[in-house]
């Protein structure tokens, strides 16, 4: 393979992160230690998965911060820790962890899911700092962002190496049945972040059904982020099965 079929190929292949909040939310429900979080996240790793996703949030509802320290001992892939840097514990349990990627999410305390990206206009400085004090820990950074055009600009002058495209809003055109419809702004957005140098990620609401005709539009995508729905397929599924349909999904 010459060089520029290889360099190709590698921007091809999307990776699959399997957040593993929802295994958390069962074990939170009932008090003890089943599900095992830590154990559902090397099974992830075990059946294929490229990584593993967490977001801990301040009043610890489903992964906490404890699960964190345990998680960073012991994966071996690509470790993603999601949330809203304005809290300090949450830099302070990233910085200590050390993962792979750290993904910021504007989410307001008590937030059931995350449900809208940053104003990267109106929040530049902020991000700027915050970005650059993980990436002199070594850590990449990703920003949750919408699909706007503007928004992906302003993305690229704060420093960060990626961003993560909120999809809900493509998941329920393409349930509706509007799937160019649903796309279009996707296209775009990922066009400009290309242009600019950065790398794309995406998540939230991308299940089995809609999963494929996005990653066939943005071929150059980097990596998903999934949860919610692989949860709910692996209770009829089983778990292993799941994690490689949704990988064939981003063959």
Same mark, same amino acid.
């Given at each position: 393979?010459?060089?520029?079929?290889?360099?190709?190929?590698?921007?091809?292949?999307?990776?699959?992160?399997?957040?593993?909040?929802?295994?958390?939310?069962?074990?939170?429900?009932?008090?003890?230690?089943?599900?095992?979080?830590?154990?559902?996240?090397?099974?992830?790793?075990?059946?294929?998965?490229?990584?593993?996703?967490?977001?801990?949030?301040?009043?610890?509802?489903?992964?906490?911060?404890?699960?964190?320290?345990?998680?960073?001992?012991?994966?071996?892939?690509?470790?993603?820790?999601?949330?809203?840097?304005?809290?300090?514990? $949450?830099? =302070?349990?990233?910085? #200590?962890?050390?993962? +792979?990627?750290? @993904?910021?999410?504007? *989410?307001?305390?008590g937030q059931i899911t995350s449900n809208h990206g940053w104003d990267t206009?109106?929040?530049?400085?902020?991000l700027i700092k915050t970005i650059q004090l993980f990436q002199h820990a070594?850590?990449?950074?990703?920003? $949750?962002? =919408?699909?706007?055009? #503007?928004?992906?600009? +302003?993305?690229? @002058?704060?420093?960060? *190496?990626?961003?993560?495209?909120?999809?809900?809003?493509?998941?329920?055109?393409?349930?509706?049945?509007?799937?160019?419809?649903?796309?279009?702004?996707?296209?775009?957005?990922?066009?400009?972040?290309?242009?600019?140098?950065?790398?794309?990620?995406?998540?939230?609401?991308?299940?089995?059904?809609?999963?494929?005709?996005?990653?066939?539009?943005?071929?150059?995508?980097?990596?998903?982020?999934?949860?919610?729905?692989?949860?709910?397929?692996?209770?009829?599924?089983?778990?292993?099965?799941?994690?490689?349909?949704?990988?064939?999904?981003?063959?």
């Open positions: 393979m010459n060089r520029d079929a290889e360099s190709t190929y590698l921007c091809a292949m999307t990776k699959l992160s399997v957040n593993i909040n929802k295994f958390a939310t069962i074990r939170n429900s009932r008090g003890g230690n089943n599900p095992n979080v830590v154990q559902a996240a090397l099974d992830a790793e075990r059946f294929g998965a490229d990584g593993v996703t967490v977001h801990p949030r301040p009043d610890e509802r489903h992964i906490r911060y404890a699960d964190v320290r345990d998680l960073s001992k012991v994966l071996t892939k690509e470790f993603n820790i999601e949330g809203n840097p304005k809290e300090a514990s $949450f830099i =302070d349990l990233v910085l #200590e962890t050390k993962p +792979a990627q750290v @993904t910021l999410v504007p *989410d307001a305390l206009i109106v929040h530049q400085e902020f070594g850590i990449r950074v990703s920003i $949750f962002v =919408d699909p706007i055009i #503007e928004m992906i600009a +302003a993305a690229a @002058t704060t420093g960060t *190496d990626r961003i993560e495209l909120y999809t809900e809003a493509y998941a329920t055109e393409y349930a509706n049945g509007h799937a160019t419809i649903a796309i279009a702004p996707y296209i775009a957005a990922a066009a400009k972040a290309k242009e600019l140098g950065m790398g794309i990620n995406a998540g939230h609401d991308l299940d089995l059904h809609n999963l494929q005709f996005f990653k066939s539009q943005i071929p150059y995508l980097d990596e998903v982020s999934i949860g919610h729905a692989l949860v709910c397929d692996a209770l009829y599924l089983g778990y292993e099965n799941t994690v490689q349909l949704y990988q064939r999904q981003l063959k």
